[in-house]
């Protein structure tokens, strides 16, 4: 369940808003206080809650006294978020490429998750005319292979492109492209 709720969050899902929508997934509709009853939710929230969680398109309410929630199903609210980013990032695209000049200097970034230096590195490598090169100190390193896309438009993978190091090497590496 941890999973689910990390994965909303990334989507702008609050930690009491995953709770309460897969609650009401499991059981609705509900009123309020059932939901806070059954996932935790404080009761000083649960509305607040609804509140954004209705904004967002999430679920609804049910005529009754006292007013019922339900979710909207999980396919339709996976579908909306899909195409409310598709059309953030196609816009994002649009207006701030736009406002990019070209850069004159190098600059360092501070990366602090695995994940995301790995990206980098991919994404550096990936888009190197030339050639690549890395710096880690005295760390061991392994092959990365360069993935590239072939007249046929299947991916494939090349020989040796650069050396990516092992995660627990991972401190303030050196990178430069040409």
Same mark, same amino acid.
């Given at each position: @369940?941890?999973?689910?709720?990390?994965?909303?969050?990334?989507?702008?899902?609050?930690?009491?808003?995953?709770? /309460?929508?897969?609650?009401?997934?499991?059981?609705?509709? =509900?009123?309020?206080?059932?939901?806070?009853?059954?996932?935790?939710?404080?009761?000083?929230?649960?509305?607040? =809650?609804?509140?954004?969680?209705?904004?967002?398109?999430? =679920?609804?309410?049910?005529?009754?006294?006292?007013?019922?929630?339900?979710? =909207?199903?999980?396919?339709?609210?996976?579908?909306?978020?899909?195409? !409310?980013?598709?059309?953030?990032?196609? %816009?994002?695209?649009?207006?701030?490429?736009?406002?990019?000049?070209?850069?004159?200097?190098?600059?360092?970034?501070?990366?602090?998750?695995?994940?995301?230096?790995? /990206?980098? @590195?991919?994404?550096?490598?990936? !888009?190197?005319?030339?050639? %690549?090169?890395?710096?880690?100190?005295?760390?061991?390193?392994?092959?990365?292979?360069?993935?590239?896309?072939?007249?046929?438009?299947?991916?494939?993978?090349? !020989?040796?492109?650069?050396?990516?190091?092992?995660?627990?090497?991972? /401190?303030?590496?050196?990178?430069?492209?040409?």
């Amino acid at each position: @369940m941890e999973n689910i709720y990390k994965e909303l969050q990334k989507l702008g899902f609050s930690q009491y808003e995953c709770k /309460a929508y897969v609650g009401l997934l499991k059981h609705s509709p =509900v009123t309020g206080y059932e939901i806070s009853k059954r996932t935790g939710v404080p009761r000083s929230m649960i509305y607040e =809650v609804l509140g954004k969680l209705l904004d967002k398109g999430a =679920v609804y309410t049910v005529p009754s006294e006292p007013v019922k929630y339900s979710p =909207v199903p999980a396919a339709e609210l996976i579908d909306r978020l899909r195409k !409310s980013f598709a059309r953030s990032f196609d %816009f994002l695209e649009k207006n701030l490429t736009a406002l990019e000049g070209e850069r004159e200097a190098d600059v360092i970034w501070h990366i602090r998750s695995d994940e995301q230096v790995l /990206a980098e @590195m991919h994404e550096l490598i990936d !888009s190197a005319r030339r050639s %690549f090169g890395c710096r880690y100190g005295n760390s061991r390193f392994r092959p990365y292979k360069r993935r590239s896309t072939g007249a046929s438009g299947k991916a494939s993978t090349s !020989s040796p492109f650069c050396l990516a190091l092992p995660k627990r090497s991972w /401190a303030s590496p050196a990178i430069t492209t040409t």
